[in-house]
């Protein structure tokens, strides 16, 4: 069965360093999305990508978050001067333009800053 | 604004019961509803969706329903086990925001349900 991959699974980082975050969709799913998990809440939507478009980045903080999808098919999120807020989970997921509108989420990225 | 509500934040009972869980939210004007369960430190599985039309969803022990006009969504698990325990969380799709073309996908804050032996 075809799943979304992340990685890393797991990265501590110092404060003020850069962190970059890769995620690979279900092949053929057109819809992309960067969430941030915090421990005890629910996952809260930092970008949305149809194809190499972003369509959704109201909640990413822009000062220092960045992300792009260049040929429509892989993503990375970074994350630029890493700041102790920023520890969280980062989930990926993606979904296909038709038929099912379910979301399938990857492993995710557990983040430390220390 | 979509708010979406899950109560209890957690839940323990026995096994072999069956359960409830709920989920509320504020606009009824959703597109779906989709219910998750979440491992502890893992990433999200889908367990059911609901499309607005609909009123509920079967999977295995699992049924879920929608009530749009009230603004609620419950997921009956039957027969709980162990294995069953997870937190469960719901997220509402509907109209895009102000500042965007794209649908939001809010989520709740889930339930954390344990199942005792």
């Known amino acids: 069965e075809a799943e979304v991959a992340q990685s890393p699974r797991y990265k501590i980082t110092e404060k003020s360093q850069a962190v970059a975050f890769w995620c690979d969709p279900i092949s053929g799913h057109a819809t992309l999305y960067w969430y941030r998990q915090i421990l005890g809440q629910g996952p809260e939507l930092l970008v949305q990508f149809q194809d190499e478009s972003v369509v959704d980045d109201s909640q990413l903080p822009k000062d220092r978050f960045s992300a792009e999808r260049l040929k429509g098919v892989d993503s990375t999120l970074k994350i630029q001067p890493a700041e102790l807020g920023d520890s969280a989970m980062y989930l990926c997921a993606s979904r296909p333009d038709r038929g099912s509108y379910e979301q399938y989420f990857g492993p995710g990225t557990r983040l430390t800053v220390t | 604004k979509q708010e979406v509500t899950q109560i209890p934040a957690a839940l323990s009972v026995p096994e072999g019961e069956n359960l409830v869980l709920n989920c509320s939210f504020t606009?009824?004007?959703?597109?779906?509803l989709q219910w998750f369960r979440q491992d502890p430190g893992k990433g999200l599985t889908s367990l059911l969706l609901i499309q607005s039309s609909q009123r509920e969803q079967t999977s295995g022990r699992l049924n879920a329903s929608l009530d749009k006009s009230s603004g609620r969504s419950t997921l009956y698990i039957a027969a709980s086990q162990p294995g069953d325990s997870a937190t469960y969380l719901c997220a509402v799709e509907g109209a895009p925001g102000l500042y965007s073309s794209a649908s939001k996908i809010i989520f709740g804050s889930g339930t954390r349900l344990s199942i005792r032996p």
């Open positions: 606009d009824s004007a959703i597109y779906n």
